[in-house]
DNA sequence: TCAAAAGTGTTATCCTTACACCCATGT
DNA sequence: ACATGGGTGTAAGGATAACACTTTTGA
């Protein structure tokens, strides 16, 4: 039976609709910040989202633009598509009547355009929704501290369950948060946030109602909480970002027309969470053709001066994968 | 405004479904299939689909192992998200009261059982349906014979036209159909179909009613067309496999318990749609750990007889990156 | 003069690619 | 014997990671 025969007939019961959720992200002095709106009834933050309507807008990524402007009035430069989420259960929903909840969620990267538009708006650090994934001083605090006695409880009950992805409970704990520097894994961003969830460790895990939630009431919070499903959306975008960041060059979406080869250096240590080795990163950069010179220079370094470079918009069409490979060594 | 809050008071005034459809691979003798389920009023093959409905499936992915048992029997393994494709106008509706479908993309996995069901059910060779992606003994003809002249003629209509990737038309047939066995990038399947879309070139752009499809009219068709996206979706899904296979140990989904290194080979090149040294290839196998040897022995090779491998699952806890990376030498 | 940050040179090591060659079976 | 495919050794080249060091500014 063909989809179009079959939906004619039979509609489902319950009626769906579709969320549109952005992951903006923009990078200010060494720190990565998501846009958010402010919580009105809970004070919790949310990602921008819309409901999409075919009728009013002919693409999904049309009316994520089109919302994202009227809500925040951020200009968006590079959008993806990340995932769908279509569990019912992490999305809240106010009564039986309502319309179940798929929702797409979104990456985008956009330009602080002056100093100020840092400071207003609703840019959150995203180490604040996320304080396990700043590595860049070496594994942080919060994980030896809080993390790593929970987690530790939460593999005894059942030390044996396989997850769906072939691991035990052990296993996963250490893959995931065991690693130090070298083999710290950036991109697991959201297998992380979903171990924590599971884990019941999360705040977000109290609204599924599942048992293991019990766990988080008297804890400290692990970072800030989000709306509906939105902190997951973010961690997806985190994971993705971090990911695409070596074969794409997106990372000058979120730099200046001009900057030092330092300051990229921060923006990427910024955003994949890791400290880079310097001299590695410069050759890397400058050999890889991805930036040139400008020949002007750089006076704020607080040092000797800086030669500016720009991103070379040319290596799209000459490379094949126009990446910051960033290793160990950067 | 919140979406919760949105919605309760107005609903989009066209309804929507949620379609979930799979791109089922197997391989078979060096031939990388897709379970199809035959088009009965147009003769068009389609890929296993069904409309998601909330209240029957808790998650996405329920619903589509039930769909795909019910329509075709196929146990799968693997299942992964690909994309959800919301445009207008790509996926045919019947009437306008009939809702807009929004298409949500499946890869999925599966192990033939024995030799007789490749030849039962929908199994179709893949390349049936992208003959421009099989590289495997040098760029095949079909690209220099049709698609050349063809695209040479839809760069010439708008030599100076940016398309979203912020290339221009020559600029992305350069990059996606001239490269030969080195250069070849085989991930970019959806691009590279997308391209022959927006040209005119593929049957399914006849449907969307646009100018340039006038082209395809007396033209030699360029692989097999599906119907709705379902061809699109497939890209995605090949592009997906290709890229995945080189860092997680899927290729195995699709190979018996035990086989040799040459079937091992063999199958990857015929996922890669590329041609790979043969001695790297082992090397690289043999040194990674991610298979061991069982003893036994296979006869049937024609030649000297082989070793028989089987997978390492214990790989998936030891290395970050398990997978084939699969360069030139293999 | 000293701290701070920019920028250069060199080397050991590993991985990728490639080439040449030997081995065990069926016909 | 010879064709067919399985299996091994080794070397060149390039990329990565790590080391030590020099240069130019502001305070």
Known sequence: ?????????????????????????????????????????????????????????????????????????????????????????????????????????????????????????????????????????????????????????WVEEAPNEFSSSGLTRGERFNLLFKPQARDFNEENVLERYELLYEAGLVEEALRDGREAAKRRKNLAPLGLAMRHDHRRIMATAMGRLRAKMKYRPVIFELMPALFTLTELQRTVEAISGRHLHKQNFRRLVEGSAIVEPTGEMSLNTGGRPAALFRFRREVLQERPAPGLRVGVGG
């Open 1 to 153: 039976m063909s989809l179009a025969e079959k939906h004619s007939s039979s509609r489902p019961g319950l009626p769906l609709a579709i969320g549109l959720t952005a992951a903006i992200v923009a990078a200010h002095d060494d720190e990565p910040l998501i846009l958010t709106v402010p919580g009105s009834p809970d004070a919790l933050a949310s990602l921008p989202s819309g409901e999409f309507d075919p009728l009013r807008h002919r693409t999904f990524e049309i009316a994520l633009r089109d919302f994202v402007a009227r809500q925040t009035g951020a200009p968006l430069g590079y959008v993806e598509q990340l995932y769908t989420f279509g569990d019912r259960g992490r999305h809240a929903r106010l009564g039986d009547r309502d319309p179940h909840i798929v929702s797409v969620g979104y990456l985008a990267l956009t330009r602080l355009v002056d100093e100020r538009s840092a400071r207003i708006g609703g840019y959150r650090p995203w180490y604040s929704f996320f304080p396990w994934e700043d590595h860049r001083e070496g594994r942080p605090e919060i994980i030896e501290k809080t993390i790593f006695p929970e987690l530790r409880k």
